[in-house]
């Protein structure tokens, strides 16, 4: 008889205590991981934290390509591909299981959010706490084992607290202090909100509904922003 290991057991409890309400809500916070949305939150960090928003950017690339790197190393099965009656939100991976890569990106938006804020701040704990459901929706929507996201976290976040690092010898009050300083950062904004909210495919799938709130909204703050600029300068 099979004997299911911790990994397995934890990815079960998760996994199978689906119901349409959960469905809901980790189908569409889940997608918070994706690459191209996470670029767009670092971006608009930048427009008011710039070394904050360039090192979260600099470490959601850097623990991307580890994190590719890893998946093609280990080469690990994901759950709908060793087990039976897997509920999967989305498509039904198979491959390149360990480590999570939605779950590395959303480390470092979670180490993120305690550079923004202060530990004390409530503020860092609900955006780390969002993130942390992000990551944790890979399980229930069957396509990490638990081990995948718990790697793919701690590699986000040791890459964010490693690039936080090394950026404090960063020039970055001379960089503010250029004119083309915002304008690079919107321009970035503007480019990911476009594709975004112009056909971008998401993944999951479930989480689509992210994309023209996510763009829309962007648009919204680079607009408020720039007329904040205009009328200041």
Same mark, same amino acid.
């Given at each position: /008889?099979?004997? /299911?290991?911790? !990994?397995?057991?934890?990815?079960? +409890?998760? !996994?199978?205590? #689906? !119901?349409?309400? =959960? ?12 690459? +191209?949305?996470?670029?767009? $939150?670092?971006?608009?960090? /930048?427009?008011?934290?710039? %070394?904050?928003?360039?090192?979260? +950017?600099?470490?959601? @690339? ?26 999967? $939100? ?11 890569? #939605? ?5 470092? /938006? ?13 503020? *860092?704990?609900?955006? *780390?706490? $969002? ?7 890979? @399980? ?12 793919? =976290? ?7 607290? =490693?690039?936080? %690092? ?52 962007? $648009? ?14």
């Amino acid at each position: /008889m099979h004997e /299911m290991s911790l !990994n397995e057991s934890l990815f079960r +409890l998760i !996994n199978d205590a #689906h !119901n349409m309400v =959960l469905d809901a809500l980790f189908g569409l916070v889940s997608g918070l991981g994706d690459g +191209l949305v996470v670029a767009l $939150l670092c971006a608009l960090l /930048m427009l008011f934290r710039l %070394r904050l928003g360039m090192v979260a +950017l600099l470490a959601f @690339i850097v623990s991307g390509l580890l994190a590719q790197l890893l998946k093609r190393l280990f080469d690990a099965p994901r759950p709908p591909a060793v087990l039976e009656h897997v509920h999967v $939100l989305g498509a039904a991976l198979q491959s390149h299981s360990f480590p999570s890569g #939605h779950a590395t990106s959303d480390g470092v /938006m979670l180490a993120a959010a305690f550079l923004l804020w202060p530990a004390r701040d409530a503020r *860092a704990w609900a955006v *780390a706490g $969002l993130f942390l459901l992000a990551a944790i929706g890979r @399980i229930y929507g069957g396509v990490h084992f638990p081990l995948d996201v718990a790697a793919g =976290l701690l590699l986000g976040i040791a890459t964010m607290g =490693l690039c936080w %690092r090394w950026s404090a010898g960063w020039p970055v009050e001379r960089w503010q202090a250029s004119p083309w300083s915002w304008k690079v950062s919107g321009m970035i904004v503007a480019i990911e909100a476009a594709v975004l909210g112009l056909g971008y495919h998401i993944q999951p799938a479930t989480a689509q509904l992210l994309a023209p709130v996510l763009s829309v909204a962007a $648009l919204f703050v680079l607009v408020r922003y720039w007329k904040g600029q205009v009328r200041d300068g």
